[in-house]
């Protein structure tokens, strides 16, 4: 059973720093992609941070380009999300996901994840 758990949200003042944590267990191939999203009030979910296993290429949405930075280790199956200079806009539930494909991980990022966790509340009070 594949599993992601979520840690690191809550409550941060505008331009404040948060670093998200994903820890995931029970995937058994080599290859994949892990992301993050986010979905706030009345909104979809959005991909705005995805890293591939492989390469350890990323993508990043243009909401965050330059704010907020995806990492892994591989050897602790943890994917990292550093949000910087936080905005009131990026207040969301935050979820990390997995996907079962060696691609581009823009193209997860786009369109969704196999796995989901439960997701960790971010708010950011201006």
């Known amino acids: 059973e594949v599993q992601l758990v979520e840690s690191g949200g809550g409550l941060v003042q505008v331009g404040g720093s948060l670093r998200l944590s994903c820890v995931h267990s029970g995937f058994p191939l080599p290859d994949y992609t892990l992301g993050w999203f986010r979905q706030a009030p009345g909104k979809k979910r959005e991909g705005i941070s995805c890293?591939?296993?492989?390469?350890?290429?990323?993508y990043y949405s243009d909401l965050v380009k330059g704010r907020f930075t995806i990492s892994s280790d591989n050897a602790k199956n943890t994917v990292y999300l550093q949000m910087n200079d936080l905005k009131p806009e990026d207040t969301a539930v935050y979820y990390c996901g997995l996907d079962n494909a060696k691609v581009d991980p823009k193209i997860p990022c786009n369109y969704g994840m196999d796995f989901w966790g439960e997701g960790t509340q971010v708010t950011v009070s201006s």
């Open positions: 890293i591939s296993s492989s390469d350890s290429s990323t």
